[in-house]
């Protein structure tokens, strides 16, 4: 089973992107297994905090190297991405010489109510992901503009035109990561 470190962008309890990541967890079962990422209690980066390494840190850290490849589904926020993936970023780039995302497999997807999807934080995050290392799925990217009535009352996808293109898009990631050595 190919374990994937999920990372989540919103910290809201009725998130729609942690109800999308959720619905890509079911559909992946089987082949993948979702490990999320606890986000709420991670500080914004200050390397003084290193001196006494908050247990957020370690936990975040650990997550990540102990994944086969990393999934982030965000929000877009202001045309970029959220502060709380940006922060996560920075402390698993760190200390020097332990970067955790060194080599991940990674892909990225996101949902809004709007009609882009998050295209442009994807965009944004692509970037920066690349600078840290890790082996971003290029293709096929996932823009997903939530539609409420496409999800069941357990969470499912409903909609069958838009859970094919995502069992399709799993399996896209499952061969990239396969394809990346890991
Ligand atoms: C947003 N939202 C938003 N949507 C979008 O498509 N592009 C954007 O630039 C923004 N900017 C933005 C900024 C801030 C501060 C908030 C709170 C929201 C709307 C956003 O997509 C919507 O609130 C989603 O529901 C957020 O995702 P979660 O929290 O439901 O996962």
Request: hydrophobic share 40%.
């Amino acid at each position: 089973m190919t374990k994937i470190a999920v990372l989540v962008g919103s910290l809201r309890k009725d998130s729609i992107n942690r109800k999308f990541a959720g619905a890509l967890e079911k559909l992946a079962a089987g082949q993948m297994e979702f490990v999320f990422a606890d986000l709420a209690n991670l500080p914004h980066y200050n390397e003084d905090l290193w001196d006494n390494v908050p247990e957020s840190v370690t936990q975040l850290k650990a997550v990540i190297e102990n994944a086969d490849a990393v999934l982030i589904v965000t929000p877009e926020y202001s045309r970029t991405y959220p502060g709380v993936i940006k922060d996560a970023v920075d402390w698993a780039t760190r200390p020097w010489g332990k970067n955790s995302w060194a080599g991940k497999p990674l892909a990225i997807t996101g949902t809004s109510p709007g009609a882009i999807g998050t295209a442009i934080a994807q965009n944004h995050l692509r970037t920066t992901m690349v600078a840290v290392g890790t082996a971003v799925m290029g293709q096929p990217e996932l823009y997903y503009s939530y539609k409420p009535e496409h999800f069941g009352a357990n969470g499912d996808i409903v909609d069958e035109a838009t859970k094919t293109y995502l069992e399709s898009w799993i399996g896209s990631f499952a061969g990239w990561i396969a394809n990346t050595g890991r």
